[in-house]
């Protein structure tokens, strides 16, 4: 008796959790993911998970200033038939921004390119394809580790595209 009775207390507790998760997800509430940055959610074109990688320096936190790194992010195309491209980045923490393999990015309809990142050809038997870059040169005072700087992507058809983009707070990656 005393068992069933604990079940039904277990049950009860187990319902109301429910309900409150039911309650807090309610049609009102919006999606909004720290990894995406502010203002960068749009219809036809995103970014997300941006941050700005600075050059290691053995034994150190700190970005010199003048100095290069990273950036990397993934831009979606959302439109069902026609290509997006990126023309162009800046942000007042950096002197100059440049894209690679080109200075503008094309993004196929319904896909996304990950800068910074490897990416399957699926198109073209499965391979992995060279990923497109994006290196910083110039860092200005502004761009501090495990801080933030505004960030603004150029796109054709989207427009300008500003998000708040995270700076790695120590960099870790291997010596260029």
Request: glycine share 8%; aromatic share 4%.
């Given at each position: 008796m005393q068992r069933?009775?604990?079940?039904r207390?277990?049950?009860?507790a187990a319902g109301a959790v429910l309900a409150l998760l039911a309650v807090g997800c309610g049609g009102d509430s919006e999606f909004d993911s720290s990894n995406r940055g502010a203002n960068s959610q749009t219809e036809q074109t995103s970014v997300v998970n941006a941050y700005i990688v600075p050059r290691f320096v053995p034994g150190s936190c700190e970005i010199q200033v003048g100095d290069a790194a990273a950036l990397t992010f993934t831009a979606t195309n959302n439109r069902a038939t026609e290509p997006e491209r990126l023309l162009g980045i800046e942000s007042?923490?950096?002197?100059?921004?440049?894209?690679?393999?080109?200075?503008?990015?094309?993004i196929p309809p319904r896909t996304s390119i990950a800068a910074g990142?490897?990416?399957e050809d699926v198109g073209r038997g499965g391979g992995v394809d060279e990923p497109p870059s994006v290196r910083?040169?110039?860092l200005r005072e502004s761009a501090r580790p495990?801080?933030?700087v505004d960030v603004t992507f150029r796109f054709e058809r989207q427009?300008?595209?500003?998000?708040?983009?995270?700076?790695?707070?120590?960099?870790t990656?291997?010596?260029r």
């Open positions: 069933l009775a604990f079940i207390h277990r049950g009860a007042d923490a950096a002197e100059a921004f440049h894209i690679a393999p080109n200075a503008t990015l094309e990142q490897p990416t910083i040169e110039g495990g801080t933030s427009g300008d595209v500003t998000m708040n983009v995270p700076i790695e707070a120590c960099p990656q291997a010596e």
